[in-house]
């Protein structure tokens, strides 16, 4: 996103989520696929999208969606590797538990 650039509404970003669950339809079975799909794209890792739906498929939904929020809160600019923090946030919050 473009400093310049107004904050995408949520509505507009559920609009745009569901659309690509649409065209990915035919090749998604259960939930938590469309759910490690959408961490996989929206990280930028999309090489290890398997990994994601596995995780989707065995973690608590409320710890990935911390650890995914974290990342998304975070300064872009300064972070390298999304994927990498939210691994690591996510074994943080793990951890807690």
Sequence with gaps: MNKS???Q????TL?????KLERRKKYIKNEFQAYGLMLA???GDWDHKSLY???AKNTDKNLLDKAFYFVKDQNQNTINSKGRLF???LKQLKNTI
């Design 53 to 55: 739906i596995r995780l």
């Design 41 to 43: 794209e929206e990280l």
């Design 5 to 7: 650039s107004p904050p």
């Design 9 to 12: 509404l949520f509505a507009d």
């Design 15 to 19: 609009v745009e989520y569901k659309k």
């Design 87 to 89: 691994m690591w946030k």
